[in-house]
């Protein structure tokens, strides 16, 4: 089945680059060329490779993924990006989908009126933000059903949603399926702070103002967000707006616009720890840099 869902991809992307698929939010990709990791932020967001491989650095921790599991990003992370093995013989293929958080969330909801609210199991951490998941039956079919509507215009426009929402209460049944219900379903406090936070970037808020956002405090917020994002919410804030910056200065933004657009008063603040995460300043950092768009 993975091989027929790969088939089909691989006769509707011929050149590299990102496609729409006209069902919203599923695109399809393609990296025949080594781009090294540099700093991203994922959106909530489903990766499915199926060829060739991909790396996600993660707080020092690197995620590579294949063929052979999915990436499940459930909240807003900030991460460092690539496709460091992509070649033209063994080229990254793959289709990326944008998680509804509408529609995730009446999922969630809806699985955990049947089933009881999400439990982690005692002495371990909170599902992180970023997980990989094994292939299952379930996923592969919903899978297969979604990517073989292909260039069917009435065939997408009519079933598109519903055989988007089936893979989504696939990915809700998997492996990846605690972690994203613990974003989506009924207690997602630190998904919710998330959120807020990312909204508000350029505003300097607070731990306490994030807590209170939450209904949490300050100690209890503080220990369930590093363990969902492997950061206190300090790091995160930094990472985020540091992130966030460099992709606008990828994208072509002088180092002052971007600092003011994330947050930053003081330019000569932003140089120096953009300089302290990244190894160079933002004006070396820029020039090293070509802009090549990164697949998420």
Same mark, same amino acid.
């Given at each position: 089945m993975k091989q +027929?869902? +790969? !088939?089909?991809v691989e006769s509707r992307i011929t050149e590299d680059g990102m496609i729409e698929t006209g069902i919203k939010g599923v695109r399809l990709f393609k990296v025949t060329q080594a781009i090294p990791c540099a700093p991203?932020?994922?959106e909530p967001t489903l990766i499915v490779i199926l060829s060739g491989s991909k790396e996600a650095i993660l707080d020092g921790d690197k995620y590579i993924y294949d063929s052979s !599991?999915?990436?499940c990003c459930s909240v807003s992370m900030p991460v460092e990006a690539g /496709?460091?093995?992509? /070649?033209?013989?063994n080229p990254l293929l793959g289709v990326a989908i944008s998680l509804d958080t509408k529609v995730m969330t009446e999922l969630a909801i809806a699985m955990e009126s049947v089933s009881g609210a999400v439990k982690v199991p005692k002495g371990s951490p909170q599902p992180q933000g970023l997980s990989l998941a094994n292939w299952d039956d379930t996923f592969s079919d919903a899978l297969l059903r979604l990517i073989q509507l292909g260039d069917d215009k009435a065939g997408t426009a009519i079933l598109g949603e519903s055989r988007l929402r089936e893979l989504y209460y696939a990915v809700l049944q998997g492996e990846a399926g605690l972690s994203v219900r613990g974003a989506f379903g009924i207690g997602n406090e630190i998904a919710r702070s998330?959120?807020?936070l990312s909204l508000n970037l350029t505003k300097n808020v607070t731990i306490d103002e994030l807590a209170s956002h939450v209904g949490m405090s300050r100690a209890v917020f503080h220990r369930k967000f590093k363990q969902? /994002?492997?950061?206190?919410p300090i790091q995160f804030m930094k990472s985020?707006?540091?992130?966030?910056?460099?992709?606008k200065i990828a994208a072509g933004k002088n180092v002052n616009e971007a600092a003011m657009a994330v947050g930053y008063v003081s330019s000569s603040q932003f140089s120096r720890e953009f300089k302290r995460v990244y190894g160079q300043s933002p004006k070396q950092w820029s020039q090293s840099k070509q802009l090549i768009e990164n697949i998420a």
């Open positions: +027929k869902i +790969k !088939q089909l991203a932020v994922y !599991q999915y990436l /496709t460091p093995a992509a /070649t033209p013989e998330i959120e807020y969902a /994002t492997r950061m206190s985020m707006r540091l992130n966030n910056a460099a992709m």
